[in-house]
């Protein structure tokens, strides 16, 4: 499709694992961004890359959250060591441009991570 | 705590109605403000966004309102339909000078239309 493309879209796993989570964006944009969105709270900003680099990672909630794009297209989410407070659903987003042009991103439908 | 939240978890209004959703933000430094939809299983949206240079925007059946003074944003929807229903957030951009980066969102107001 023609749109942002996330997978798993359901992900179930023990602490203590390690989960892969793959976006793959909307073709020819730039920009790139990564959220996390808990039940009954709005998403909460994680990375944001342009191009192949990570311009901002400050929403990382610690080392154990690492993300690489290193072909400026498909980007990877990686979690360490899982716990439970990892659960939650991961949203990845694109846009054409991002920094200056428009607060319009367009989001995936998540990936549903449950950590046991 | 958060910068930007809502007044009301949930919104019941009638098919036809008009809806009104609001939001405070506090960081007075954020000079673009964005509307996001979604809806259940899906990821948001883009509805409408708003520089701190503007008061109003309108879209397709959507209107933005924002008040600087007292730090407010409202999204009015016209003539609700079934299909408006959904989970509705604001969000502001925590860079000044405009962008995308890193938007902050609130926790979302739930617009349910009943028949």
């Known amino acids: 499709g023609a749109g942002v493309s996330q997978t798993p879209s359901n992900k179930v796993t023990e602490k203590g694992k390690y989960v892969e989570l793959r976006c793959d964006p909307i073709s020819g944009h730039t920009a790139l961004y990564w959220y996390r969105q808990s039940l009954g709270q709005g998403p909460e900003f994680l990375i944001y890359?342009?191009?192949?680099?990570?311009?901002?990672d400050s929403g990382l909630p610690n080392d154990r959250f690492f993300a690489v794009r290193p072909e400026g297209s498909v980007s990877t989410l990686k979690i360490q060591r899982t716990e439970r407070g990892d659960s939650a659903v991961y949203l990845c987003?694109?846009?054409?441009?991002?920094?200056?042009?428009?607060?319009?991103?367009?989001f995936g439908e998540g990936s549903r991570l449950t950590v046991l | 705590g958060e910068s930007v939240g809502l007044h009301l978890p949930t919104l019941s209004v009638q098919e036809g109605d008009n809806s009104i959703i609001n939001c405070a933000y506090s960081?007075?430094?954020?000079?673009?403000f964005i509307w996001y939809k979604q809806e259940s299983g899906k990821g948001p949206q883009f509805i409408i966004d708003?520089?701190?240079?503007?008061d109003k925007r309108q879209g397709q059946r959507v209107t933005v309102l924002l008040n600087k003074t007292v730090k407010h944003l409202s999204l009015q929807i016209a003539a609700t339909q079934p299909g408006d229903s959904a989970v509705y957030f604001c969000a502001e951009n925590i860079r000044s000078g405009g962008g995308a980066d890193g938007l902050t969102f609130g926790k979302g107001t739930h617009l349910i239309i009943q028949p």
């Open positions: 890359f342009q191009g192949t680099g990570a311009a901002d």
């Open positions: 987003a694109s846009s054409p441009e991002g920094t200056g042009v428009s607060g319009e991103l367009f």
């Open positions: 708003i520089r701190s240079n503007m």
């Open positions: 960081n007075s430094a954020s000079d673009y």
